[in-house]
């Protein structure tokens, strides 16, 4: 009952931050997932440079632990002469690293609509690009909306280490209020409880999404 | 230049924690998928639980926990020990994922065959189903592994001596922010390279030797 008191009273100082990690993780995925698919779309591109551009984009993003990802921009981008606060930083890092995944992924689906969706757009008259854009890409996006679902999740988790460029997120309002208090075992148990829940709530949401979208696929 | 050995001395224990966890988190992932098939509601449910709770929390959350909320009832630990504990729980709920599909891969009928042929079901499991489940988890085991080797740039947070702490240290000594976290990227992604080669031979000598139907 002891914890549950302190819990209680550690709730408003950790909600701003979760407010943040939420933001960082919407705004990651805001700006990550369309990069992502406008690289999966380079990458099948027939100019050599925009695949090479792709390529750097999605190996670096994916090769990179994360946390290495966010101390290079953290480090380097006030060097080039660029100042951004951490927050911002985070943000960029982030995206990068969703938008790489993702970029996986929408390339997995589109390599999954069959071949004779686009012959018979050609067919039926329409321009390549019009019948990319409402034959190809409809059907690719439902295939990839599953699994970036999931990253969706991930990239929450890993709002987590903005906490390492002292960004107020959940994480350093926990290790703030931890190195204050001293209660460090309880101040993350009450963090672990909160991202979790969090997750599980996303997570829900992600099965419910995924029985909608493979509805068209149960005919028998 | 002289960044890549100042960094390079962390590659140990990358690869230390790196390597428990994955062997600690193998070894528990097994228990934990032998939990999950067991005829009794409770263990599985339990075994449910471990591995829904263990993947809902953030790596850096867990390691927190461990390395700084576990002394608090006088269990000190080293940080390459909370590092490795926290790991290998984290990986224990990922490889029992793993051994999982690979088990759900292995047809019913390997199993009757090997029950009709008069196998024990120790032997069944030692001979027929465990051979061909590693085979068709071992690419996922990989990737796996990967992901982990970048997950373990966390321990630095705590304090342990890996690549990443050896990047920020440089980066910190010398001033070159962006060339110290490059080379702890290429290292990275050279070690990952070595393990995604290692583990596509294993697979090529294992497909020869062990078809799965």
């Given amino acids: 009952m002891d914890m549950l008191t302190q819990w209680l009273g550690w709730l408003p100082n950790l909600a701003p931050g979760l407010v943040v990690s939420l933001q960082l993780t919407g705004l990651a995925l805001l700006i990550g997932f369309p990069l992502g698919l406008l690289f999966a779309v380079m990458a099948a591109a027939k100019l050599a440079p925009l695949q090479w551009i792709s390529f750097l984009f999605v190996e670096v993003g994916r090769g990179l632990p994360a946390l290495v990802l966010l101390y290079l921009l953290y480090f380097s981008l006030p060097d080039a002469g660029i100042t951004l606060t951490s927050l911002t930083t985070a943000i960029i890092a982030l995206s990068w690293n969703a938008g790489a995944y993702a970029s996986e992924y929408f390339r997995a689906g589109l390599a999954a609509v069959p071949l004779g969706q686009k012959e018979a757009a050609l067919t039926s008259g329409l321009s390549g690009w019009t019948g990319f854009r409402i034959v190809i890409l409809p059907q690719a996006l439902r295939i990839s909306t599953p699994p970036l679902a999931g990253l969706a999740v991930l990239v929450f988790q890993a709002s987590a280490l903005a906490f390492v460029i002292a960004v107020p997120e959940l994480m350093s309002k926990s290790f703030e209020i931890a190195s204050i208090s001293f209660e460090y075992l309880s101040v993350y148990m009450l963090t672990a409880v909160i991202y979790g829940s969090i997750t599980l709530v996303f997570l829900g949401l992600v099965r419910v999404l995924e029985r909608r979208l493979s509805r068209h696929l149960q005919r028998n | ?213």
């Fill in chain 2, 1 to 213: 230049m002289e960044l890549l050995p100042a960094i390079a001395q962390g590659v140990g224990l990358t690869l230390y924690v790196t390597g428990s966890a994955l062997l600690y988190g193998g070894i528990i992932g097994l228990v934990l998928v032998g939990a999950a098939r067991s005829p009794f509601a409770i263990i599985r449910g339990i075994a449910t639980l471990y591995i829904n709770v263990v993947r809902v929390i953030p790596p850096i959350t867990w390691l927190f926990l461990i390395y700084f909320g576990l002394p608090q009832y006088a269990l000190r630990l080293s940080t390459i020990q909370a590092a490795i504990i926290g790991f290998s729980i984290i990986a224990s709920a990922f490889m029992a994922e793993i051994y999982r599909s690979g088990l759900l891969s292995i047809p019913e009928g390997q199993r009757e065959a090997a029950h009709a042929l008069g196998l024990g079901t120790i032997t069944t499991v030692g001979h027929i189903i465990t051979p061909q489940a590693f085979r068709v988890a071992l690419p996922s085991i990989a990737t796996y592994g990967i992901g982990l080797l970048k997950d373990s740039a966390l321990a630095s947070t705590i304090g342990v001596r890996e690549i990443t702490y050896y990047a920020q240290q440089s980066a910190r000594q010398t001033h070159e922010g962006l060339l110290s976290f490059i080379t702890a990227g290429a290292l990275y992604i050279v070690i990952s390279l070595i393990i995604a080669v290692v583990a596509r031979r294993t697979d090529l000598v294992l497909r020869k030797k062990i078809g799965v139907a």
